[in-house]
């Protein structure tokens, strides 16, 4: 069930005097079901929400500190007619523009009047902070004198809202004064509104506020709300995150360290059908090594040094060749010339490209060339 509970708010005057007292309603899905004045609304309201966000607190500003005006700009469209119509009322208001609080409405299509609502930033002040005392928080603060509708033409409507008389014209409306009305009125009848009218026309209200006093430098600053049970659901969701994150490269290290040992396996098998006994795939390289060595071939033979030594300096002109020596454990020695070191580091950075390990040690030759002894191991 919709609740809604209005609450006339008490004049600035009132507020200053400390004799604050509110009108109220309680409207339940669009019924009025309860009424009263002073803090009755305690008891009617019990507590200003209910958890489930359907209850909701509309007050309404008196019409004697927040009169109505409608403008008409017949050319301009919605949203430029409000924007002109808070410029001509700032423009034509006696106060200083700092201390009122001005808020307009947009029409619903061009070449409709703009309702604009002028007020004091004092007033909205001491209405916050009596309804923060009171512990409410209003959804919406409306001008009293917003929910009049229109009198019928040549006349003027009375109605009374929260103990306050107020009257409406085709363009206007304020808190009534006996001695201002017939003046305002220039000879036209005030007649009584009718109060199931009015009473239509309250309800009306709050399914379409005319305009918000809550805007502007009074806008709310509305928190983040969030759901108990969507929170324990972003919980749940991060943790599996998490576990799939940590997951994902524990499996991939068992996978890497099941295909290591397939291969280990592979190699002893390999090894074993050339002859080799092995417990594990190292000692069977390290026997087929020392074999092939003993027969000059294998990655220890002098080819396969050389042919890297020879493709480096292939693609390196103007390096010489001096000297070339092979030692049985696949080490290649040689001495290199350049007429300039870059040449020299080029080759060898080719060959530790290739994955072989390089000693150099460089020094000059007698024909102005730059040398360099380096040794390049046969087995990466």
Known sequence: ???TLLLWLP????L????ADAAWLRVDDGVIVDSGQ???WVDAWEKPQDDEGDDRLIAFAPAADAPLRWRAYPDAAPAQAAAIARVDTLRDSLSAAALLHVVTGQPADAGQAVPVAVTTHAAMTAWTDWLKAQGLSPAAIIPAAAIVPPPEPGSLWTAELGREQIV??????????????PLIAAGRPIAPLDADRMRAALLLSLAAPPLDLLSGAWQPKRGWLIDPAMLIWMKRLALALLAVTLLIPVIHVIRVNADIARADEASVAAAK???????DAAAAEAELDRRLAAAGGGPLAFSVPASALYDAMRDTP???LKTLSHRTDGTLSTTLAAPRTEDLNAVLLALQARGYKVTAQ?????DGNQMANITVRAVP
């Open 362 to 366: 460089p020094m000059a030759g007698s």
């Open 1 to 3: 069930m919709a609740r």
């Open 38 to 40: 002073g803090d009755g």
């Open 318 to 320: 103007g390096v010489a």
């Open 273 to 279: 059908k050339a002859g080799v006994t092995a417990t």
């Open 11 to 14: 004049t600035q005057a009132a």
């Open 16 to 19: 200053a005097d400390g004799g």
């Open 168 to 181: 409406r014209s085709d363009d206007r409306s304020f808190a009534s004064d006996p001695e201002l009305d």
